[in-house]
């Protein structure tokens, strides 16, 4: 049996690629993910051991709000001067260095935009002069107030060259222009730690611009005198200094900054995992297929082996040793293809951070694992279905001229409609939130309709496939394809399944954020009544702001109506980290937003009060009269009056503080968005275009009509949509294969048919259009039938989630879905290229012959 097993599995060469393919495609995501993560984790591991190599121990102040997420210590927070001092002075300090180093020094390029990097960070710190870890690489350190040293990396992408002019906004948000008097490099010969840049000061320049005054500073590096370990200064500077700072060896972090990056990563990883998820269902349909019409094929072989003496459980185990050797073959190449894409994706994502070098390519346990696991198991769980249908075959079907007909399809109509209606119940009692497993709930239910619709495709396919193909009967050879389609309602539902899962699952993401997208923009349009928005695009934890200055004259305009502005930062409420909001007018935000009062006032604020919408004051249980406790940025407390309450909207919301408070105790009081409407019968356009005039010397925001400021709101959702563009993509090339695959098999299993219809008549030509006909009959099926799974799909998750977004309007993606329709043609064409050409260039007399 090993040997007849193994010979049927080599004697089939085309089917053995095609299945095994199935396997690749669907492990190498898998496997190319953990691969991506874990030489991803090592680089970064790497790359910050490098950064602090020279950092025996850094000391920094504690913040009094903690805005760091888990990306590394929050070192914004500055501390006199005196504290350097301290430090120097105690035992087992060899040197103190206090520095000012932190995000916030923003470069102006030679177009007048900001230049910007990759890692989002742009440092401006002061110059210490060189040590062991910074040199100078041609000029010296700067020396007056409008000098400054930058690092290479900098310079070589804002094309800048010593001697050159270069303008800076610092945290302070003034803008001013230096020379450049330095340029620097760091150990290794590298132009950046990691991407970054930096741009050195003079100390006095840098504590006023970065920190808001002099003798400050918000790092002090801390070296160990001579036969003192890190640990051992780490421990003395701590008990030093108490509670109220935070010291660290160079080795926490590197931990520290590295487990922020890989926190990041773990996104890319659920990407990518989703992936490996559709192409894993996808090819569990091929694979199906493909060991459906194999057993089906092999009918009179394995009832010959049968007749032979083979027992069930020996011919149910030669199915199976078929599905295990593709299982390991294709787990095995799964893997290697993974561990490429895996080796690509590091080198081009390490290949944004200057400095960074791949780590070496590992072999991680749970990427060889998951792959062998995943791919044995998927094949396996595929076959056994068709594995148990060849164990059944009879002895007596050895002496038959055809396969024996097939079963009716009562029982797998039943069984499908039974799927569909518990996994439609469980998907809608997840959705509602009910029980404490809702996720588990959503994609059990998402996947048992997929699987409940796929069992009933097959009694569905008779009419639909009737149907479609009439529009493609035209010909003799339409017709012949059409009849093809619909003469095995099995063969025609697994391989329509195929597609209709990659479609659906795409159709549904697409129906979910584009009635995201549209419900967004009608609520915008809907409760703002600003003509012209200002805003800009933040790339780093510094907010593009508008300067008083620059709001001033844009409320100065002849034809501004009113302005309201608003900016917000990160405080404590009753000891809990929450964004709070500021208005600089409440009156003018009021009537730009459309807000009105539910309870107090919400027109004006004064120092010690605040606001909040409906939603809000339910979530927290808040009335008028109400107190609660914040902590600012700053380090200001104060115990805050809640004096109104603002009916729930869409466009505003949470706590809003008086702009006073702002002031004193936010990082960045300044403005971050301005909403403007315009008098009667001016032109919006004209209003934008003066409002971009006053902000001309501003590169970090700009002026936007209302349809472009809902433009812009709406690119995350079509982000999104470009992604699920690529899961489409892979979904269809899977199901191509399982086109592919049946029509090549189904060629060989009518070999005789084909002979016959050629030696009547049939042209090559025609041969050519019936099994296209077919081809395209059948994609166009699935592709009808995940349109409409999908759409469902994703109104109903729409629908059932209208409470907790706010909005649950339907919008069906049509565009897409016509363009989804009209590429199922096109597949449907490419897949059957392959199988004709087989078809065409069979030989007559020997296709007659043909047993």
């Given amino acids: 049996m090993l040997k007849a097993t193994l010979k049927s599995l080599l004697a089939r060469k085309l089917r053995l690629t095609l299945?095994?393919?199935?396997?690749?495609?669907?492990?190498?995501?898998?496997?190319?993910?953990?691969?991506?993560?874990?030489?991803?984790?090592?680089?970064?591991?790497?790359?910050?051991?490098?950064?602090?190599?020279?950092?025996?121990?850094?000391?920094s102040a504690k913040p009094a709000v903690d805005t760091s997420q888990g990306g590394g210590q929050d070192t914004n927070t500055p501390f006199p001067a005196s504290t350097v001092e301290k430090v120097a002075a105690m035992p087992g300090v060899g040197k103190a260095t206090g520095q000012v180093f932190l995000n916030g020094a923003q470069p102006v390029g030679k177009n007048g935009k900001i230049v910007l990097n990759q890692t989002g960070q742009q440092f401006g710190a002061n110059w210490t002069g060189e040590d062991d870890l910074v040199h100078?690489?041609?000029?010296?350190?700067?020396?007056?107030?409008?000098?400054?040293?930058?690092?290479?990396?900098?310079?070589?992408?804002?094309?800048?060259?010593?001697?050159?002019?270069?303008?800076?906004?610092?945290r302070d948000q003034q803008r001013g222009s230096y020379t450049i008097?330095?340029?620097?490099?760091?150990?290794?010969?590298?132009?950046?730690?990691?991407?970054?840049?930096?741009?050195?000061?003079?100390?006095?320049?840098?504590?006023?611009?970065?920190?808001?005054?002099?003798?400050?500073?918000?790092?002090?590096?801390?070296?160990?005198?001579?036969?003192?370990s890190d640990d051992q200064l780490r421990d003395t500077v701590k008990a030093g200094l108490g509670d109220q700072f935070v010291v660290q060896t160079g080795k926490q972090l590197s931990e520290e900054s590295s487990k922020g990056i890989k926190d990041i990563l773990k996104y890319f990883n659920y990407i990518l995992l989703g992936f490996g998820a559709v192409a894993l269902l996808v090819g569990v349909f091929l694979i199906l297929n493909t060991f459906s019409i194999i057993v089906a094929q092999r009918t009179q072989e394995l009832a010959l082996l049968r007749a032979m003496?083979?027992?069930?459980?020996?011919?149910?185990?030669?199915?199976?040793?078929?599905?295990?050797?593709?299982?390991?073959?294709?787990?095995?190449?799964?893997?290697?293809?993974?561990?490429?894409?895996?080796?690509?994706?590091?080198?081009?994502?390490?290949?944004?951070?200057?400095?960074?070098?791949?780590?070496?390519?590992?072999?991680?346990?749970?990427a060889i694992i998951a792959s062998f696991a995943i791919g044995i198991g998927v094949t396996i769980l595929a076959a056994l279905m068709p594995a148990v249908k060849a164990s059944r075959v009879a002895p007596i079907a050895a002496m038959r001229e055809s396969a024996a007909p097939d079963r009716p399809l009562t029982r797998l109509t039943v069984s499908g409609a039974v799927i569909t209606a518990l996994a439609g119940g469980a998907l809608v009692w997840g959705l509602t939130g009910a029980g404490g497993a809702t996720l588990a709930l959503v994609f059990g239910g998402v996947l048992g309709v997929l699987i409940g619709v796929a069992l009933l495709t097959p009694i569905i396919s008779k009419p639909v496939v009737a149907g479609i193909g009439a529009a493609l009967s035209w010909s003799i050879p339409g017709k012949l394809g059409r009849r093809n389609s619909s003469r095995n309602p099995r063969r025609t539902a697994i391989t329509a399944g195929a597609v209709m899962v990659g479609i659906a699952i795409v159709t549904a993401i697409s129906t979910i954020f584009t009635s995201l997208s549209t419900a967004l923009g009608d609520t915008i349009d809907q409760d703002l009544a600003a003509d012209v928005v200002v805003l800009g695009q933040q790339t780093s934890e510094i907010p593009p702001v508008i300067t008083p200055e620059q709001l001033q004259q844009i409320k100065d305009l002849p034809d501004v109506s009113t302005t309201a502005a608003f900016t917000a930062d990160a405080v404590t409420v009753n000891g809990e980290q929450q964004f709070v909001t500021s208005y600089l007018d409440p009156a003018a935000v009021a009537t730009v937003l459309k807000l009105k009062a539910n309870e107090g006032r919400i027109d004006r604020l004064g120092a010690g009060e605040f606001i909040v919408d409906r939603r809000t004051a339910d979530d927290r249980k808040l009335k008028v009269g109400d107190t609660i406790a914040v902590t600012f940025a700053k380090g200001q407390q104060k115990t805050l009056t809640l004096v109104g309450i603002s009916d729930p909207t869409n466009v505003a919301g949470g706590i809003v503080v008086d702009y006073a408070d702002a002031e004193a105790g936010f990082t960045f009081p300044q403005p971050w968005q301005a909403f403007i409407t315009i008098k009667d019968g001016a032109s919006v356009t004209a209003v934008k275009d003066q409002v971009n005039e006053v902000l001309k010397d501003n590169p970090k925001v700009q002026a936007y009509t209302k349809d472009e400021y809902i433009s812009t709101n709406q690119q995350g959702f079509d982000s999104i949509l470009v992604i699920v563009q690529v899961l489409l993509l892979i979904a269809l090339f899977i199901s191509v294969l399982g086109v592919i695959n049946t029509l090549l098999l189904s060629v060989i299993e009518r070999t005789?048919?084909?002979?016959?219809?050629?030696?009547?008549?049939?042209?090559?030509?025609?041969?050519?259009?019936?099994?296209?006909?077919?081809?395209?009959?059948?994609?166009?099926?699935?592709?009808?039938?995940?349109?409409?799974?999908?759409?469902?799909?994703?109104?109903?998750?729409?629908?059932?989630?209208?409470?907790?977004?706010?909005?649950?309007?339907?919008?069906?993606?049509?565009?897409?879905?016509?363009?989804?329709?009209?590429?199922?043609?096109?597949?449907?064409?490419?897949?059957?290229?392959?199988?004709?050409?087989?078809?065409?260039?069979?030989?007559?007399l020997g296709a007659i012959a043909y047993e």
């Fill in 309 to 366: 003496g083979a027992a069930r459980g020996q011919v149910l185990r030669s199915v199976l040793l078929e599905a295990l050797l593709i299982g390991v073959v294709g787990s095995l190449f799964g893997f290697l293809v993974g561990l490429g894409l895996g080796a690509l994706g590091a080198q081009a994502f390490v290949s944004l951070a200057d400095g960074a070098q791949v780590a070496g390519l590992g072999f991680p346990i749970s």
């Fill in 136 to 170: 100078l690489l041609s000029g010296r350190g700067p020396q007056a107030d409008d000098e400054v040293v930058i690092n290479n990396g900098l310079a070589k992408t804002a094309n800048l060259k010593l001697g050159e002019k270069i303008d800076v906004i610092t």
């Fill in 752 to 844: 005789r048919e084909l002979g016959m219809l050629r030696a009547v008549g049939l042209r090559r030509g025609q041969t050519w259009r019936m099994v296209t006909t077919e081809s395209i009959v059948i994609t166009v099926f699935g592709t009808l039938l995940g349109l409409v799974v999908g759409a469902g799909l994703g109104a109903a998750i729409v629908t059932a989630l209208k409470d907790v977004l706010g909005f649950g309007a339907v919008t069906l993606p049509w565009a897409l879905m016509v363009v989804y329709f009209i590429a199922s043609i096109v597949v449907g064409g490419i897949a059957g290229l392959i199988p004709s050409v087989r078809a065409v260039r069979l030989n007559i």
């Fill in 181 to 228: 008097v330095g340029l620097l490099q760091y150990a290794g010969g590298r132009d950046s730690m990691a991407g970054e840049s930096a741009v050195f000061f003079t100390t006095d320049k840098a504590q006023v611009s970065m920190l808001g005054k002099t003798g400050q500073f918000n790092v002090i590096d801390v070296r160990a005198a001579s036969g003192v």
């Fill in 19 to 59: 299945s095994t393919l199935a396997v690749v495609l669907s492990v190498m995501f898998v496997s190319g993910s953990l691969v991506l993560t874990d030489t991803l984790g090592r680089t970064f591991d790497n790359l910050f051991a490098n950064i602090y190599t020279y950092t025996d121990v850094q000391v």
